[in-house]
T-cell receptor, first 110, second 114 residues
């Protein structure tokens, strides 16, 4: 099973881009990278996922390196409501189970 | 649509008591999961199910049992509750697609065992 490594915490000024890194050096060729976030004690919320191409949706962009050993989640214009714990997850095998790590606590400040 | 609904939202148990947590989803999802989250930690997978009538162990299955008799419901049982099972429990569901899909989470059940 691929594991992910994320910095425990990051800060970002409101209105600026938040770039959250993730290392997944043992990822397999058919494993996807997922990002979720958890605001306070709510249930986690899906943000985005990708295989090898960069992806963008209304919430964020996902940049995956060519060797797929790392990725970056980009929140283009962070707001105070983006303060949360962000989890980078690699999909395990074909059963689609999601194994969470400890995540990055993003603090957006005014 | 209600999405993923967990029942109950809060519960206090005495050590040794049993209880069942119910997770219901109305999205016709094949996959369902149970996680626990302890203070300051990430979510840990307890059990999961890839379809009606099937279940599998996750990272921390000991002390829990599950059943998926209907596609829309996933039950998590504690036969003899222990203080170490005090936690917030989250249920999730997802479709099975080769390209990968998002999982939808419930709002959690806060369980305290005294």
């Amino acid at each position: 099973d691929a594991k992910t490594t994320q910095p425990p915490s990051m800060d970002c000024a409101e209105g600026r881009a938040a770039n959250l890194p993730c290392n997944h050096s043992t990822i397999s060729g058919n494993e996807y990278v997922y990002w979720y976030r958890q605001i306070h004690s709510q249930g986690p919320q899906y943000i985005i996922h990708g295989l090898k191409n960069n992806e963008t949706n209304e919430m964020a962009s996902l940049i995956i390196t060519e060797d797929r050993k790392s990725s970056t989640l980009i929140l283009p214009h962070a707001t105070l409501r983006d303060t949360a714990v962000y989890y980078c997850i690699v999909r395990v095998g074909s059963t689609d189970k999601l194994i969470f790590g400890t995540g990055t606590r993003l603090q957006v400040f005014p | 649509n209600a999405g993923v609904t967990q029942t109950p939202k809060f519960r206090v148990l005495k050590t040794g008591q049993s209880m069942t947590l119910l997770c219901a989803q109305d999205m016709n999802h094949e996959y369902m999961y149970w996680y626990r989250q302890d203070p300051g930690m990430g979510l840990r997978l307890i059990h999961y199910s890839v379809g009606e009538g099937t279940t599998a162990k996750g990272e921390v299955p000991d002390g829990y049992n599950v059943s998926r008799l209907k596609k829309q419901n996933f039950l998590l049982g504690l036969e003899s509750a222990a203080p170490s099972q005090t936690s917030v429990y989250f249920c999730a569901s997802s479709l099975h697609r080769a390209r990968g899909t998002e999982a939808f989470f419930g709002q959690g059940t806060r369980l305290t065992v005294v």
